[in-house]
């Protein structure tokens, strides 16, 4: 009782405090937390960030947009506020700042805010001759450093000793983690990258890692050349449709969420992403005449694997029985599934694109994909994945369109894989007031379909074996207040991991924000997921019958901009998942977030005070933290304690910044952190980053 009237006191104290401070809710945030909550490996939400990253480094120019198809990578739009936001381009000409958004209908404040760090209005103008003289005045120049360790040392770390006939530290390398990421641009037509990383653990100019990083990425791109719409030698990324047959990367309406747009057709672009078992390096190109626009990719490149046969002649695998995405290459066993197995993936898309006139407009698309690896991939077979992949080659087809008609659009994709399975997704989105907008989403996987690069719209982490309609609805209610809804009905109709029958659920949210005044508002939001997974209270059965699990969180974010230099923001959240069988126990998380700006060489201090309270795994909560520019933090929170962390941002030079960002974690639930050689002895874990960004 005592514990209860503790948490119920804190929460109060926190919400009457919480009425002077504020703080804005990013839907990218909240989408980027979801996810981490359904991604199988920490590559994999690193894939996503990065997209992410990726849009701000380099934001759209809203003015050189060809059509509404150049608009689509912009977050927050739906396709009509696209096709507004085009047809004003066209009617009045270039766009000179975000200001003038407001007058297009459906824009408001709120919502120019959200874009604005992913748009340009750079006035149309003819480029200087591309003359070596010219690439080197007009080029632009950016140079990132960034280091980063976590401390205490963990036990993997620690050296051997002769006496007792410890062999050494697990991990071959030191603690730190390298990254450094460099780009030159020339307006919108030429960019060269170039990034590496060493991820901690890994050596760095000694071993397998002799070249110094574990991992480089490199890219050359060239854009808007006369027909040549885009031309990516090195790395890249390939996104068409809806993502079903070819969707290389994340983005943010892949999975049910508070987005109202689906996966958006990126096309071909260049990725200096870090994640190693995504990437695709080779040859890409994108051919635009309108009405027709042709693309088509050829990747060759190793991946990491699970060897289970192995040939000594070639080196490689002859056969594996699963890929490794991790990118980790800090032990003997890491070291040895290294570069294992090589990939070929080659493919292409050709849409046509035709707007007959203002009220009616189509876009059909042909996608085919093809891969090949060097070795057999031969997994172990469950009941559950007995669909699964297996073999040397793979292949989709896929057809996708979009038809506008007057207000209404539809969207949608059908795929086949070689083993002749299918899938399908279809969706509407129309906005029949400027205050109002809808989008349904039916897809219908086969678990059968093998869509090795598939990133469509669902629950699954890969695009097979379920089926479900998404509604989701944006209403403003008042003009200080907006709602966003979703529900997500889904089923799976063969067997998944820990859910030995067919079954299905139900996803819903709800967030509600209301602009109390020019410098307030607050947000609450909440989220409920209906499954079914295995009873497990008897281990010695074979096929364990279902049981309900219910896993409901509630948030609200509160602030305050008192000054213009001044941003607070509190957040107070609980969760809780209930069983059948089980008890309930909430979790329970609180934070307290000021950031300062200031345009002296102190440019920003942001800093973080939480608390949390979260008893099991299943009610961890996740939380996206303050970071120094273009990094991520996505910590998972569970046990007992408090949560500090702080970045600072200082103005070197005029074309230089520096980051430093702290973070301590100190648990009172336990007298040490983590499991085997990721253990630290303590109950305190911390973790400190410095970054430069140069630009010239």
């Keep these: 009782m005592k514990k209860s009237l503790q948490k119920t006191g804190c929460l109060v104290s926190l919400l009457l405090f919480s009425i002077m401070v504020s703080g804005q809710t990013d839907l990218i945030n909240d989408q980027i937390e979801r996810l981490a909550e359904t ?39 739906t396709t009509k506020l696209r096709r507004d936001l085009m047809t004003y381009i066209t009617s009045f000409g270039d766009i000179l700042s975000g200001y003038e958004l407001l007058a297009i209908p459906g824009f408001d404040s709120s919502l120019v805010m959200k874009i604005a760090p992913f748009v340009t209005f750079t006035p149309s103008s003819h480029l200087p001759v591309p003359t070596p003289g010219n690439l080197f005045r007009y080029g632009h120049h950016a140079l990132m450093l960034r280091y980063a360790q976590s401390f205490p040392e963990s036990e993997g770390y620690k050296p051997g000793d002769s006496i007792t006939g410890d062999p050494g530290p697990y991990y071959k390398g030191n603690p730190q983690r390298y990254y450094f990421r460099y780009e030159y641009s020339w307006f919108d037509k030429l960019r060269i990258g170039l990034a590496g990383e060493k991820d901690p653990g890994e050596q760095f100019f000694r071993g397998r890692q002799s070249w110094g990083m574990d991992y480089y990425s490199s890219f050359l791109s060239l854009t808007n050349i006369g027909i040549l719409k885009n031309l990516v030698t090195g790395n890249f990324r390939a996104s068409f449709g809806q993502g079903l047959t070819m969707g290389s990367g994340f983005s943010p309406g892949s999975a049910p969420g508070f987005s109202l747009n689906g996966p958006a057709s990126r096309g071909i672009r260049p990725d200096l992403g870090m994640s190693e078992g995504n990437c695709l390096r080779g040859v890409a190109a994108t051919f635009r005449k309108k009405p027709v626009e042709v693309s088509c990719f050829i990747s060759y490149h190793r991946r990491d694997a699970t060897s289970s046969a192995f040939d000594s002649i070639t080196g490689l695998a002859g056969a594996i029985s699963s890929f490794v995405t991790t990118g980790y290459h800090r032990t003997n066993q890491e070291i040895s599934k290294m570069n294992m197995v090589k990939e070929l993936v080659a493919g292409g898309n050709v849409s046509i694109s035709l707007a007959p006139g203002q009220r009616f407009g189509f876009k059909i698309g042909f996608t085919g994909v093809f891969q090949h690896f060097s070795a057999s991939v031969m997994p172990k077979v469950y009941p559950y994945s007995q669909f699964g992949f297996r073999g040397k080659e793979n292949y989709n087809t896929g057809i996708d369109y979009q038809v506008r008609i007057r207000g209404i659009y539809l969207f949608g994709e059908v795929s086949r894989s070689r083993n002749a399975g299918m899938a399908l997704i279809a969706g509407v989105s129309s906005a029949p007031d400027s205050r109002v907008s809808f989008t349904a989403i039916y897809r219908d996987y086969q678990p059968a379909y093998q869509g090795l690069l598939a990133n469509a719209f669902g629950q699954n982490s890969s695009n097979a074996n379920e089926r479900g309609i998404y509604m989701a609805i944006q209403a403003v209610i008042h003009p200080k207040l907006s709602l966003l809804a979703y529900t997500d009905l889904f089923t799976f109709p063969w067997l998944k991991y820990r859910i030995d029958l067919p079954a299905g659920g139900q996803e819903s949210g709800t967030m509600l924000t209301w602009q109390a005044s020019r410098n307030v508002n607050a947000v609450f939001r909440f989220y409920q997921k209906n499954t079914r997974v295995n009873n497990v209270t008897d281990r010695s059965t074979i096929i364990h019958k279902l049981t309900d699990q219910v896993a409901r969180n509630y948030r609200l974010t509160i602030g305050w901009a008192p000054e213009e230099q001044l941003h607070l923001a509190t957040r107070i959240e609980v969760k809780e998942v209930k069983t059948t069988t089980g008890k309930v126990t909430p979790g329970y998380f609180i934070s307290q977030d000021a950031s300062v700006n200031n345009k002296n060489w102190l440019s920003n201090v942001t800093c973080r005070f939480a608390l949390f309270d979260i008893p099991t795994y299943d009610e961890r909560i996740y939380t996206f933290e303050p970071e120094v520019q273009f990094g991520y933090s996505v910590p998972a929170f569970q046990g007992r304690g408090l949560r500090v962390c702080s970045v600072v941002k200082l103005r070197i030079l005029k074309n230089s910044e520096f980051w430093l960002r702290g973070g301590l974690t100190w648990y009172a639930d336990r007298n040490s952190v983590g499991t085997g050689p990721d253990m630290t002895e303590g109950n305190v874990r911390g973790e400190l980053t410095g970054q430069v960004m140069v630009h010239f």
Excluded: K, W, Y
């Design 39 to 77: 991604m199988e490996t920490d590559q994999d939400i690193t894939a996503f960030c990065e997209d992410i990253a990726d849009m701000a480094r380099h934001p759209v120019p809203v003015n050189s947009a060809g059509d509404e198809a150049d608009l689509g990578t912009i977050p927050f739009l």
